[in-house]
Protein backbone atom coordinates (compact mmCIF):
# COMPACT_ATOMS: atom_id res chain seq x y z
CA UNK A 1 0.00 0.00 0.00
CA UNK A 2 0.81 3.46 -0.69
CA UNK A 3 1.78 5.69 2.42
CA UNK A 4 -1.16 7.96 2.51
CA UNK A 5 -1.33 11.16 5.04
CA UNK A 6 -4.38 12.63 5.92
CA UNK A 7 -3.12 16.56 6.83
CA UNK A 8 -5.96 17.38 9.70
CA UNK A 9 -7.08 20.09 11.88
CA UNK A 10 -8.89 23.41 12.71
CA UNK A 11 -9.65 25.50 9.76
CA UNK A 12 -7.53 28.05 8.92
CA UNK A 13 -4.17 26.68 10.53
CA UNK A 14 -1.88 25.44 7.61
CA UNK A 15 -3.12 22.62 6.38
CA UNK A 16 -3.40 23.41 2.35
CA UNK A 17 0.28 24.82 3.05
CA UNK A 18 1.44 21.83 4.29
CA UNK A 19 0.22 19.29 1.32
CA UNK A 20 1.36 21.89 -0.67
CA UNK A 21 5.03 21.70 0.53
CA UNK A 22 4.92 17.94 1.34
CA UNK A 23 3.59 17.24 -2.10
CA UNK A 24 5.34 20.15 -3.82
CA UNK A 25 2.59 20.92 -5.21
CA UNK A 26 2.05 24.71 -6.18
CA UNK A 27 -2.06 23.83 -7.36
CA UNK A 28 -2.84 23.23 -4.01
CA UNK A 29 -5.43 25.61 -2.89
CA UNK A 30 -4.58 28.19 -0.20
CA UNK A 31 -6.47 30.79 1.26
CA UNK A 32 -6.94 33.68 4.29
CA UNK A 33 -10.53 32.37 4.90
CA UNK A 34 -11.55 29.57 6.27
CA UNK A 35 -13.50 26.73 5.10
CA UNK A 36 -11.88 26.91 1.71
CA UNK A 37 -11.81 23.16 1.77
CA UNK A 38 -14.74 21.73 1.83
CA UNK A 39 -14.06 18.45 0.60
CA UNK A 40 -10.82 16.21 0.68
CA UNK A 41 -8.31 16.28 -2.08
CA UNK A 42 -5.29 13.25 -2.77
CA UNK A 43 -2.26 15.20 -3.97
CA UNK A 44 0.40 12.09 -5.17
CA UNK A 45 3.76 12.99 -4.54
CA UNK A 46 5.39 11.61 -7.89
CA UNK A 47 9.13 10.97 -9.40
CA UNK A 48 9.46 9.64 -12.52
CA UNK A 49 5.53 8.37 -13.31
CA UNK A 50 5.81 6.28 -9.64
CA UNK A 51 3.82 7.75 -7.10
CA UNK A 52 6.20 7.73 -3.76
CA UNK A 53 3.17 8.79 -1.10
CA UNK A 54 0.04 10.69 -1.09
CA UNK A 55 -1.12 13.81 0.74
CA UNK A 56 -4.80 14.59 1.52
CA UNK A 57 -6.42 17.70 1.88
CA UNK A 58 -8.78 17.69 4.52
CA UNK A 59 -11.68 19.96 5.56
CA UNK A 60 -11.04 21.53 8.83
CA UNK A 61 -13.12 20.17 12.20
CA UNK A 62 -16.25 22.53 12.88
CA UNK A 63 -17.42 20.62 15.77
CA UNK A 64 -15.70 18.17 17.45
CA UNK A 65 -17.22 18.71 21.19
CA UNK A 66 -20.16 17.42 20.11
CA UNK A 67 -19.11 14.58 17.23
CA UNK A 68 -16.88 13.37 20.52
CA UNK A 69 -20.13 13.56 22.83
CA UNK A 70 -21.88 11.29 20.12
CA UNK A 71 -18.95 8.75 20.25
CA UNK A 72 -18.56 8.62 24.22
CA UNK A 73 -21.94 7.85 24.58
CA UNK A 74 -21.95 4.70 22.80
CA UNK A 75 -18.35 4.00 24.19
CA UNK A 76 -18.04 0.90 26.68
CA UNK A 77 -14.12 -0.22 25.89
CA UNK A 78 -11.04 1.21 23.99
CA UNK A 79 -10.79 -1.42 21.66
CA UNK A 80 -14.33 -0.54 20.45
CA UNK A 81 -13.23 3.40 19.29
CA UNK A 82 -12.24 2.90 15.72
CA UNK A 83 -15.45 1.28 15.04
CA UNK A 84 -17.80 4.33 16.77
CA UNK A 85 -15.99 6.69 14.84
CA UNK A 86 -17.27 4.35 11.38
CA UNK A 87 -20.47 4.48 12.96
CA UNK A 88 -20.09 7.94 13.57
CA UNK A 89 -19.53 8.41 9.62
CA UNK A 90 -22.05 6.17 8.41
CA UNK A 91 -24.73 7.55 10.61
CA UNK A 92 -23.82 11.20 9.57
CA UNK A 93 -22.58 11.22 5.99
CA UNK A 94 -25.53 12.51 4.30
CA UNK A 95 -26.90 14.81 6.52
CA UNK A 96 -25.57 19.19 6.91
CA UNK A 97 -24.59 18.78 10.40
CA UNK A 98 -20.87 17.04 10.60
CA UNK A 99 -20.39 17.48 6.84
CA UNK A 100 -16.64 18.76 7.42
CA UNK A 101 -16.33 16.04 10.31
CA UNK A 102 -17.25 12.76 8.41
CA UNK A 103 -15.15 14.30 5.14
CA UNK A 104 -12.18 14.48 6.83
CA UNK A 105 -12.74 11.38 9.22
CA UNK A 106 -12.88 8.99 5.97
CA UNK A 107 -9.53 8.86 4.56
CA UNK A 108 -8.23 8.21 8.36
CA UNK A 109 -10.78 4.98 8.24
CA UNK A 110 -9.51 3.78 4.80
CA UNK A 111 -5.93 3.85 6.60
CA UNK A 112 -4.62 6.75 6.25
CA UNK A 113 -1.83 8.41 8.69
CA UNK A 114 -2.39 11.33 10.69
CA UNK A 115 -0.73 14.57 10.29
CA UNK A 116 -2.51 16.95 12.56
CA UNK A 117 -1.76 20.37 12.37
CA UNK A 118 -1.56 23.34 14.52
CA UNK A 119 -0.57 27.07 14.67
CA UNK A 120 1.89 27.46 17.38
CA UNK A 121 1.37 31.52 17.47
CA UNK A 122 -1.70 31.15 18.98
CA UNK A 123 -2.86 29.74 22.19
CA UNK A 124 -3.84 26.27 23.35
CA UNK A 125 -7.61 25.89 23.97
CA UNK A 126 -9.75 23.15 24.80
CA UNK A 127 -11.92 22.78 21.83
CA UNK A 128 -8.52 21.27 20.17
CA UNK A 129 -8.54 18.60 22.75
CA UNK A 130 -11.77 16.50 21.64
CA UNK A 131 -10.39 17.08 18.07
CA UNK A 132 -6.89 15.42 19.67
CA UNK A 133 -9.21 13.14 21.29
CA UNK A 134 -11.43 11.98 18.34
CA UNK A 135 -8.10 11.61 16.16
CA UNK A 136 -6.65 8.62 18.85
CA UNK A 137 -10.17 7.03 18.84
CA UNK A 138 -9.55 6.33 15.06
CA UNK A 139 -6.21 4.21 16.45
CA UNK A 140 -4.32 5.64 13.13
CA UNK A 141 -0.74 6.50 13.47
CA UNK A 142 -0.36 10.20 13.51
CA UNK A 143 2.15 12.64 14.17
CA UNK A 144 1.29 16.46 15.30
CA UNK A 145 2.72 19.44 13.46
CA UNK A 146 3.76 22.86 15.27
CA UNK A 147 2.71 25.24 12.28
CA UNK A 148 4.05 28.91 12.86
CA UNK A 149 2.01 31.47 11.10
CA UNK A 150 2.24 34.29 13.19
CA UNK A 151 4.94 35.30 15.29
CA UNK A 152 3.98 34.83 18.57
CA UNK A 153 5.20 31.88 20.36
CA UNK A 154 2.85 29.41 22.58
CA UNK A 155 5.09 26.11 21.26
CA UNK A 156 6.23 25.51 24.87
CA UNK A 157 1.92 25.41 25.95
CA UNK A 158 1.31 23.32 22.97
CA UNK A 159 4.01 20.97 23.14
CA UNK A 160 3.17 19.58 26.79
CA UNK A 161 -0.93 19.47 25.32
CA UNK A 162 0.38 17.60 21.93
CA UNK A 163 2.58 15.21 23.97
CA UNK A 164 -0.21 13.70 25.50
CA UNK A 165 -1.59 12.84 22.44
CA UNK A 166 0.95 11.93 20.05
CA UNK A 167 4.17 10.13 20.11
CA UNK A 168 5.96 12.65 18.02
CA UNK A 169 5.67 16.52 17.88
CA UNK A 170 7.40 18.52 15.56
CA UNK A 171 7.76 22.07 14.30
CA UNK A 172 6.87 22.39 10.96
CA UNK A 173 6.73 25.45 8.91
CA UNK A 174 4.87 25.16 6.12
CA UNK A 175 6.63 28.07 4.42
CA UNK A 176 9.89 27.11 5.39
CA UNK A 177 10.37 23.98 6.15
CA UNK A 178 13.73 22.83 3.95
CA UNK A 179 13.93 19.93 2.13
CA UNK A 180 15.81 17.77 4.50
CA UNK A 181 13.42 18.90 7.40
CA UNK A 182 10.42 16.97 5.05
CA UNK A 183 12.75 14.26 4.62
CA UNK A 184 13.18 14.13 8.33
CA UNK A 185 8.92 14.06 8.79
CA UNK A 186 8.86 10.65 6.45
CA UNK A 187 11.67 9.15 8.03
CA UNK A 188 9.44 9.72 11.44
CA UNK A 189 6.92 8.65 10.00
CA UNK A 190 8.62 5.56 8.57
CA UNK A 191 9.71 4.71 12.58
CA UNK A 192 6.07 5.13 13.70
CA UNK A 193 4.22 2.69 11.12
CA UNK A 194 6.08 0.06 10.63
CA UNK A 195 4.06 -1.09 7.69
CA UNK A 196 5.53 2.28 5.87
CA UNK A 197 8.73 2.45 7.15
CA UNK A 198 10.36 0.56 3.57
CA UNK A 199 8.10 2.49 1.11
CA UNK A 200 8.94 5.69 2.87
CA UNK A 201 12.92 4.82 2.74
CA UNK A 202 13.00 4.46 -0.76
CA UNK A 203 10.64 7.56 -1.36
CA UNK A 204 13.37 9.65 0.32
CA UNK A 205 15.60 7.69 -2.03
CA UNK A 206 14.03 8.34 -4.66
CA UNK A 207 13.28 12.35 -3.54
CA UNK A 208 16.95 13.15 -2.62
CA UNK A 209 18.42 11.32 -6.20
CA UNK A 210 15.33 13.98 -7.94
CA UNK A 211 16.78 16.86 -5.88
CA UNK A 212 20.29 16.23 -7.14
CA UNK A 213 19.12 15.40 -10.91
CA UNK A 214 17.68 19.38 -10.64
CA UNK A 215 20.59 20.69 -9.09
CA UNK A 216 22.46 19.05 -12.08
CA UNK A 217 19.90 20.42 -14.77
CA UNK A 218 20.34 23.91 -13.01
CA UNK A 219 23.90 23.78 -13.39
CA UNK A 220 23.54 22.96 -17.16
CA UNK A 221 21.27 25.15 -18.41
CA UNK A 222 22.77 28.39 -16.32
CA UNK A 223 26.30 27.05 -17.40
CA UNK A 224 24.57 26.83 -21.57
CA UNK A 225 23.26 30.37 -20.52
CA UNK A 226 26.75 32.32 -19.32
CA UNK A 227 28.11 30.68 -22.60
CA UNK A 228 25.80 32.08 -24.60
CA UNK A 229 25.68 35.21 -23.38
CA UNK A 230 29.58 35.85 -22.90
CA UNK A 231 30.16 34.50 -26.98
CA UNK A 232 26.98 36.06 -28.36
CA UNK A 233 27.03 39.39 -31.06
CA UNK A 234 24.69 41.42 -33.11
CA UNK A 235 26.28 42.31 -36.76
CA UNK A 236 25.14 44.81 -39.10
CA UNK A 237 26.44 45.72 -42.63
CA UNK A 238 25.63 49.35 -42.86
CA UNK A 239 25.05 50.90 -46.57
CA UNK A 240 28.38 53.51 -47.20
CA UNK A 241 26.18 56.32 -47.05
CA UNK A 242 24.89 56.15 -43.93
CA UNK A 243 27.52 56.59 -40.68
CA UNK A 244 27.66 53.82 -38.17
CA UNK A 245 27.20 56.02 -35.37
CA UNK A 246 23.20 56.17 -36.42
CA UNK A 247 22.67 52.90 -36.08
CA UNK A 248 24.99 52.31 -33.07
CA UNK A 249 22.68 52.82 -29.93
CA UNK A 250 19.47 50.59 -31.95
CA UNK A 251 22.09 47.78 -32.01
CA UNK A 252 22.98 48.09 -28.56
CA UNK A 253 19.51 47.72 -28.38
CA UNK A 254 18.97 45.26 -30.07
CA UNK A 255 21.79 43.10 -28.05
CA UNK A 256 20.83 44.13 -24.68
CA UNK A 257 17.79 42.74 -24.78
CA UNK A 258 18.77 39.53 -26.55
CA UNK A 259 21.02 39.06 -23.56
CA UNK A 260 18.10 39.63 -21.30
CA UNK A 261 15.94 37.28 -22.98
CA UNK A 262 18.11 34.84 -22.77
CA UNK A 263 18.69 35.14 -18.66
CA UNK A 264 15.14 35.06 -18.42
CA UNK A 265 15.18 31.68 -20.17
CA UNK A 266 17.72 30.26 -17.82
CA UNK A 267 15.53 31.48 -15.22
CA UNK A 268 11.95 30.31 -16.55
CA UNK A 269 14.09 26.65 -17.05
CA UNK A 270 15.49 26.47 -13.41
CA UNK A 271 12.17 27.35 -12.05
CA UNK A 272 10.21 24.36 -13.96
CA UNK A 273 13.10 22.20 -12.43
CA UNK A 274 12.03 22.44 -9.09
CA UNK A 275 7.92 22.09 -10.15
CA UNK A 276 7.06 25.66 -10.44
CA UNK A 277 5.00 27.12 -12.98
CA UNK A 278 4.18 30.54 -14.21
CA UNK A 279 6.09 31.81 -10.72
CA UNK A 280 5.75 36.20 -10.92
CA UNK A 281 8.98 36.84 -10.62
CA UNK A 282 10.70 39.90 -8.91
CA UNK A 283 14.70 40.92 -10.78
CA UNK A 284 16.09 43.82 -11.82
CA UNK A 285 17.08 43.09 -15.59
CA UNK A 286 20.47 42.27 -16.42
CA UNK A 287 22.57 45.30 -17.29
CA UNK A 288 24.20 44.75 -20.17
CA UNK A 289 25.61 48.51 -20.52
CA UNK A 290 27.49 49.63 -17.58
CA UNK A 291 25.39 51.57 -15.33
CA UNK A 292 24.62 49.38 -12.48
CA UNK A 293 27.38 47.27 -12.88
CA UNK A 294 30.06 48.75 -11.15
CA UNK A 295 27.73 49.72 -8.38
CA UNK A 296 27.88 48.61 -5.13
CA UNK A 297 24.39 46.69 -5.81
CA UNK A 298 26.10 44.69 -7.86
CA UNK A 299 28.80 43.79 -6.00
CA UNK A 300 26.65 42.88 -3.16
CA UNK A 301 24.93 40.56 -5.40
CA UNK A 302 27.65 38.37 -5.77
CA UNK A 303 29.14 38.89 -2.13
CA UNK A 304 32.49 40.04 -3.97
CA UNK A 305 33.91 43.40 -2.70
CA UNK A 306 35.55 45.87 -5.35
CA UNK A 307 39.07 44.49 -4.06
CA UNK A 308 38.29 40.95 -4.73
CA UNK A 309 36.47 41.09 -8.17
CA UNK A 310 39.96 43.31 -9.01
CA UNK A 311 41.74 40.59 -8.03
CA UNK A 312 40.02 37.83 -9.26
CA UNK A 313 39.99 39.11 -12.52
CA UNK A 314 44.11 40.11 -12.48
CA UNK A 315 44.67 36.39 -11.66
CA UNK A 316 42.60 35.19 -14.04
CA UNK A 317 45.47 36.38 -16.66
CA UNK A 318 48.31 34.26 -14.04
CA UNK A 319 50.02 36.98 -12.85
CA UNK A 320 49.13 37.14 -9.39
CA UNK A 321 47.82 34.58 -6.70
CA UNK A 322 45.01 34.41 -4.83
CA UNK A 323 46.50 35.05 -1.51
CA UNK A 324 46.73 38.84 -2.39
CA UNK A 325 42.76 39.61 -1.63
CA UNK A 326 43.32 38.74 2.01
CA UNK A 327 47.11 40.35 2.14
CA UNK A 328 45.81 43.82 0.63
CA UNK A 329 42.97 46.31 2.01
CA UNK A 330 40.78 47.23 0.04
CA UNK A 331 42.09 50.95 0.25
CA UNK A 332 45.51 50.48 -0.41
CA UNK A 333 44.50 48.80 -3.51
CA UNK A 334 42.48 51.65 -4.90
CA UNK A 335 45.49 53.98 -3.86
CA UNK A 336 48.09 52.04 -4.61
CA UNK A 337 48.30 52.69 -8.36
CA UNK A 338 52.10 51.90 -7.90
CA UNK A 339 51.64 48.31 -6.80
CA UNK A 340 53.04 47.02 -10.49
CA UNK A 341 51.21 44.01 -10.86
CA UNK A 342 47.89 45.19 -10.33
CA UNK A 343 47.88 47.57 -12.47
CA UNK A 344 46.81 44.72 -15.39
CA UNK A 345 44.22 44.35 -13.40
CA UNK A 346 42.84 47.78 -12.63
CA UNK A 347 43.43 49.09 -16.12
CA UNK A 348 41.01 46.12 -17.06
CA UNK A 349 38.64 47.25 -14.09
CA UNK A 350 38.63 51.15 -15.42
CA UNK A 351 39.33 50.75 -19.32
CA UNK A 352 35.85 48.90 -20.02
CA UNK A 353 33.26 51.28 -18.42
CA UNK A 354 31.74 50.79 -22.07
CA UNK A 355 30.45 47.54 -21.54
CA UNK A 356 28.96 46.79 -25.04
CA UNK A 357 32.20 46.26 -27.09
CA UNK A 358 30.97 47.94 -30.40
CA UNK A 359 33.15 48.03 -33.24
CA UNK A 360 32.91 49.10 -36.44
CA UNK A 361 34.71 46.55 -38.87
CA UNK A 362 35.46 46.58 -42.94
CA UNK A 363 34.19 44.68 -45.12
CA UNK A 364 35.78 42.64 -47.85
CA UNK A 365 33.53 43.53 -50.49
CA UNK A 366 33.48 47.39 -49.45
CA UNK A 367 30.93 49.12 -46.97
CA UNK A 368 31.16 48.75 -43.09
CA UNK A 369 29.86 46.41 -40.51
CA UNK A 370 28.91 47.50 -36.80
CA UNK A 371 29.26 44.77 -34.45
CA UNK A 372 28.18 44.69 -30.97
CA UNK A 373 29.23 42.11 -28.39
CA UNK A 374 30.31 40.09 -27.40
CA UNK A 375 31.21 40.92 -23.99
CA UNK A 376 34.85 41.57 -23.14
CA UNK A 377 34.39 43.03 -19.29
CA UNK A 378 36.04 40.93 -16.87
CA UNK A 379 33.94 41.46 -14.21
CA UNK A 380 30.42 40.94 -16.40
CA UNK A 381 30.58 37.09 -16.07
CA UNK A 382 30.64 37.17 -12.44
CA UNK A 383 27.45 39.85 -12.41
CA UNK A 384 25.78 36.73 -14.37
CA UNK A 385 26.80 33.94 -12.35
CA UNK A 386 26.19 36.09 -9.46
CA UNK A 387 22.63 36.35 -10.17
CA UNK A 388 21.81 33.02 -11.46
CA UNK A 389 23.10 31.53 -8.18
CA UNK A 390 20.96 33.98 -6.49
CA UNK A 391 17.80 32.86 -8.22
CA UNK A 392 18.61 29.03 -8.02
CA UNK A 393 19.18 29.42 -4.37
CA UNK A 394 15.86 30.94 -3.99
CA UNK A 395 14.03 28.18 -6.24
CA UNK A 396 15.92 25.74 -4.44
CA UNK A 397 14.59 27.39 -0.83
CA UNK A 398 11.12 28.03 -1.39
CA UNK A 399 8.26 25.59 -0.80
CA UNK A 400 5.28 25.14 -2.62
CA UNK A 401 2.90 26.68 -0.45
CA UNK A 402 4.23 30.10 -0.89
CA UNK A 403 1.62 32.03 -3.61
CA UNK A 404 3.55 35.72 -3.49
CA UNK A 405 5.68 36.36 -6.20
CA UNK A 406 9.29 35.34 -5.96
CA UNK A 407 11.79 38.01 -5.08
CA UNK A 408 15.29 37.94 -6.07
CA UNK A 409 15.85 41.84 -6.56
CA UNK A 410 17.10 41.97 -2.76
CA UNK A 411 20.70 42.95 -2.98
CA UNK A 412 21.84 42.69 0.44
CA UNK A 413 20.02 39.04 0.55
CA UNK A 414 22.34 37.62 -2.27
CA UNK A 415 25.31 39.35 -0.38
CA UNK A 416 24.29 36.62 2.69
CA UNK A 417 25.61 33.88 0.16
CA UNK A 418 29.37 35.16 0.45
CA UNK A 419 32.22 35.24 -1.74
CA UNK A 420 32.97 31.84 -3.75
CA UNK A 421 36.00 30.03 -2.56
CA UNK A 422 39.41 31.73 -3.99
CA UNK A 423 39.98 28.01 -5.88
CA UNK A 424 36.80 27.72 -7.20
CA UNK A 425 36.79 31.77 -8.20
CA UNK A 426 40.18 30.81 -10.25
CA UNK A 427 38.19 27.99 -12.19
CA UNK A 428 35.58 30.07 -12.88
CA UNK A 429 38.46 32.82 -14.03
CA UNK A 430 39.98 30.17 -16.48
CA UNK A 431 37.05 29.76 -17.78
CA UNK A 432 35.71 33.04 -18.25
CA UNK A 433 39.18 34.33 -20.06
CA UNK A 434 38.58 30.88 -22.41
CA UNK A 435 35.04 32.11 -23.54
CA UNK A 436 36.92 35.99 -23.87
CA UNK A 437 39.27 34.27 -26.32
CA UNK A 438 36.88 31.98 -28.40
CA UNK A 439 38.32 29.67 -30.21
CA UNK A 440 38.67 25.36 -30.37
CA UNK A 441 38.65 24.57 -26.76
CA UNK A 442 35.44 26.36 -25.88
CA UNK A 443 33.77 24.17 -28.38
CA UNK A 444 34.40 21.09 -27.58
CA UNK A 445 31.40 18.99 -24.90
CA UNK A 446 33.58 17.83 -22.41
CA UNK A 447 34.67 21.61 -21.62
CA UNK A 448 30.90 22.46 -21.46
CA UNK A 449 30.27 19.60 -19.03
CA UNK A 450 33.23 20.01 -16.61
CA UNK A 451 31.81 23.91 -16.73
CA UNK A 452 28.54 22.87 -15.60
CA UNK A 453 30.20 20.46 -12.48
CA UNK A 454 31.99 23.83 -11.77
CA UNK A 455 28.84 26.14 -11.70
CA UNK A 456 27.13 22.51 -9.32
CA UNK A 457 29.93 22.78 -7.05
CA UNK A 458 29.22 26.76 -6.80
CA UNK A 459 25.13 25.98 -6.43
CA UNK A 460 26.17 23.56 -3.37
CA UNK A 461 28.54 25.81 -2.18
CA UNK A 462 25.86 29.16 -2.04
CA UNK A 463 23.32 27.02 -0.47
CA UNK A 464 25.21 25.62 2.12
CA UNK A 465 25.68 29.59 3.13
CA UNK A 466 22.09 29.33 2.95
CA UNK A 467 21.65 26.63 5.70
CA UNK A 468 24.40 28.36 7.89
CA UNK A 469 22.53 31.69 8.00
CA UNK A 470 18.92 29.76 8.62
CA UNK A 471 20.64 27.01 11.33
CA UNK A 472 21.68 30.76 13.08
CA UNK A 473 18.66 32.62 12.35
CA UNK A 474 16.56 29.95 14.79
N1 LIG B 1 3.38 33.15 7.35
C1 LIG B 1 2.84 31.94 7.24
N2 LIG B 1 1.57 31.86 6.83
C2 LIG B 1 1.01 30.64 6.71
C3 LIG B 1 1.74 29.46 7.01
N3 LIG B 1 0.93 28.41 6.81
C4 LIG B 1 -0.26 28.93 6.40
N4 LIG B 1 -0.22 30.26 6.35
C5 LIG B 1 -1.31 31.17 5.93
O1 LIG B 1 -2.46 30.86 6.72
C6 LIG B 1 -3.63 30.90 5.92
C7 LIG B 1 -4.35 29.55 5.95
O2 LIG B 1 -3.56 28.58 5.32
P1 LIG B 1 -4.17 27.26 4.70
O3 LIG B 1 -3.02 26.37 4.35
O4 LIG B 1 -5.16 27.54 3.63
O5 LIG B 1 -4.90 26.69 6.01
P2 LIG B 1 -5.99 25.53 6.13
O6 LIG B 1 -7.32 26.21 6.22
O7 LIG B 1 -5.65 24.87 7.45
O8 LIG B 1 -5.85 24.62 4.97
C8 LIG B 1 -3.20 31.28 4.52
O9 LIG B 1 -3.39 32.66 4.36
C9 LIG B 1 -1.73 30.93 4.50
O10 LIG B 1 -1.03 31.75 3.60
C10 LIG B 1 3.10 29.59 7.45
O11 LIG B 1 3.81 28.62 7.73
N5 LIG B 1 3.59 30.87 7.54
MG1 LIG C 1 -7.32 24.15 3.52
Redesign the pocket.
Known amino acids: MIPTFAVV??????????V?TLAQDDSV????V?G??VACREFPMRVDGEVLYKLI?TP?FQRARSVLAWMRERESTAAERPQIVREFVDAHRNGDQYADECELLSPLLDGAGILY?IDGSRPFGSEYQAEMEILRWTGQPSMALI????AADYTEQWSRALGQYFRIVRRF????ARFEKQLELLRAFGELNEDWREALLRAIASLERERHHRRQLSAREITDMIIDVLTSSITKKIAVDTAPEDHRSRIEARYRDSLQKRERRCRDVVERCYDYHGLVRQEAELDVMGGGLFSQQTWLMFGLSKTQLLVTGAAGGGAIGSGLDMALGGASLMLGAGIGALVGGAAAWYSQQHLSDARILGLPLGGTELRVGPMSNRNFPYVLLGRALFHHRVVAARTH?H?EQLDVSDAAVASAAGALPAPMRKQFEQRFAALRRGGQDIAGRRWRSEFATLVEAAIVHSSAQTSLADASAS
Not at 9 to 18: A, D, L, T
Not at 147 to 150: R, S, T, V
Not at 173 to 176: E, G, L
Open positions: GHPNKGKSSIARISAPTTDGVNMIGNAFTAR
